[in-house]
């Protein structure tokens, strides 16, 4: 069956890099694409105008592109399009935070992989190739496994990072080094019974590397995103409480907004 991308626009540039990388996307996966603008106005926005917008923006690339224009509330209206379109992912981009419109960032995200079926990713950087190198922050729980086998099988090119980061509580008071190193060694087994319960074949296990971070979540993520120079982050979510049941930890909402990648959601299957 053929993979159906939905592109969330709004009319505007911040919407030409998601959906330049719902292009590298569906050229990779030979999937189609579908662009939809949700009008939260009072007035009625013509099927034609929204066309030509988007013809102007995009020209020929618009040649196999289907468009839906729906009026509602902007999450609930992603969520219930792609729905209706069965779509295998959802890409937005970034707006500016705080901004009033802002609803791909925050409270409005969280609602649409909450209701969502399908991975949500918040498209931040211009796409100038395919995922390449690809980081699945990990805790080792149900949701964490759900999402390095949906990376495994979205990117099936990509090389992917399994990290996890461990914090030593008060590591400035502590003197001894072997609080930090059985803390480690806990982390360290850890991975290794995840990585044997994934149970992968050798295709998939030759492109995976492991890595066990010490120190402060945000910092240790964020930090190897940079050194590593990976093009994309994801993170899986139970999709029962939204971001306060994130895999990794409550704070999930803030790594969507402060990670300088591009950021894949993966709700948890019921």
């Known amino acids: 069956m053929d993979k159906t991308i939905l592109i969330a626009s709004d009319l505007t540039a911040r919407s030409d890099r998601p959906f330049l990388r719902a292009a590298l996307l569906a050229e990779e996966w030979d999937a189609k694409r579908a662009v939809l603008f949700a009008n939260s106005d009072k007035s009625r926005v013509d099927q034609d105008s929204v066309e030509h917008q ?121 003197k001894s080094e072997g609080v930090a190193q059985e803390m ?24 995976i590397t492991t890595a066990v971070l010490e120190g402060n979540l945000h910092q240790s993520i964020y930090d190897m995103l940079l050194k590593q120079d990976m093009d994309l982050l994801v993170l899986g979510t139970h999709g029962r409480s939204g971001f306060t049941q994130a895999t990794i930890g409550s704070r999930a909402s803030e790594m969507l907004g402060w990670a300088p990648t591009d950021v894949l959601m993966i709700r948890e299957q019921k």
């Open 54 to 174: 988007l013809r102007r923006n995009y020209g020929e690339d618009m040649d196999a592109v289907s468009v839906v224009v729906a009026h509602g509330k902007v999450p609930e209206t992603i969520a219930k399009t792609a729905r209706g379109l069965e779509a295998d992912i959802i890409v937005v981009g970034a707006a500016r935070h705080n901004n009033v419109t802002d609803f791909f960032l925050g409270t409005a995200v969280d609602y649409v992989v909450r209701q969502a079926e399908a991975p949500v990713l918040v498209v931040k950087e211009r796409a100038h190739h395919p995922y390449e190198k690809v980081m699945v922050a990990v805790d080792f729980s149900a949701s964490s496994k759900n999402a390095v086998h949906t990376a495994l099988t979205m990117f099936p090119k990509a090389h992917i990072t399994i990290a996890h980061a461990f914090h030593v509580a008060y590591s400035a008071w502590l």
């Open 184 to 207: 480690r060694g806990e982390a360290e087994k850890g991975m290794e019974d995840f990585i044997n319960d994934l149970a992968l074949g050798e295709t998939d296990t030759a492109r």
